[in-house]
Nanobody, 125 residues
Framework: QVQLVESGGGSVQAGGSLRLSCAAS????????MGWFRQAPGKEREGVAT???????SYADSVKGRFTISQDNAKNTLYLQMNSLKPEDTAMYYC???????????????????WGQGTQVTVSL
């Protein structure tokens, strides 16, 4: 049974940092494309970052230079280090996994095999 469990969200002031984790189980973690997407109330789902099976990363323009995606294959865990947080980063953050491909467009469209229940990030001024 595949499970993705996010953690690490919370409330921070603008300029602060958070580190999100996504613990995966039930599949071969290293063989999947992984990513993070977010959704705020009343807004479209937005891809945030992806990491390929070879470790290549990509980011949404809105988070480039502030967020870093990484993974630990030995721990079957995906991370998202978020620095210099802004109020507009406030959203529910989800991790996603797909066997064949994952990018900003596919995450926005909801085209992925698995996703977690999300973790809330709230950034205040």
């Amino acid at each position: 049974q595949v499970q993705l469990v996010e953690s690490g969200g919370g409330s921070v002031q603008a300029g602060g940092s958070l580190r999100l984790s996504c613990a995966a189980s039930g599949y071969t973690f290293s063989r999947y494309y992984m990513g993070w997407f977010r959704q705020a109330p009343g807004k479209e789902r937005e891809g945030v970052a992806t990491i390929d099976r070879d470790g290549s990363t990509s980011y949404a323009d809105s988070v480039k230079g502030r967020f870093t995606i990484s993974q630990d294959n030995a721990k079957n865990t995906l991370y998202l280090q978020m620095n210099s947080l802004k109020p507009e980063d406030t959203a529910m953050y989800y991790c996603a996994a797909d066997r064949y491909w994952l990018d900003m467009a596919t995450m926005r469209q909801g085209n992925y095999d698995y996703w977690g229940q999300g973790t809330q990030v709230t950034v205040s001024l």
